[in-house]
């Protein structure tokens, strides 16, 4: 679904350490994949979890609209903006209060 980036290995000691439970049929076949593919299991299961990992990350980045309101919010960015009282009385008092981070 998603174009996923190699992992790359992290810089640095290891120190944190997880724990987990699974079934001895779910242990044999990562066993089998990690002998498969050259890791040692703690590496298959790290790698694992940081492309799955990955993937949620992307898929939070991602926004989905149904085509219609996808044309109503296109429309809305492309129409002229209107002027808010309220927000143009706010700019103005906080002149020189806040800067801008560029």
């Known amino acids: 679904m998603f174009a996923l ?28 994949a990690a002998a498969a593919t050259g890791l040692q299991e703690a590496d298959f299961i790290r790698q694992a979890a940081l492309l799955r990992a990955q993937e949620v990350e992307q898929r939070m980045a991602l926004s989905i609209l149904p085509e219609e309101a996808f044309e109503a919010f296109k429309a809305a960015v492309a129409a002229p903006g209107k002027v808010a009282p309220g927000l143009a009385q706010a700019m103005k008092a906080s002149k020189g209060v806040l800067k801008d981070a560029g």
């Open 5 to 32: 980036e190699p992992i790359a290995a992290t810089p640095g000691k290891m120190e944190a350490r997880k724990e987990l439970r699974m079934h001895r049929a779910d242990e044999a076949r990562i066993r089998a």
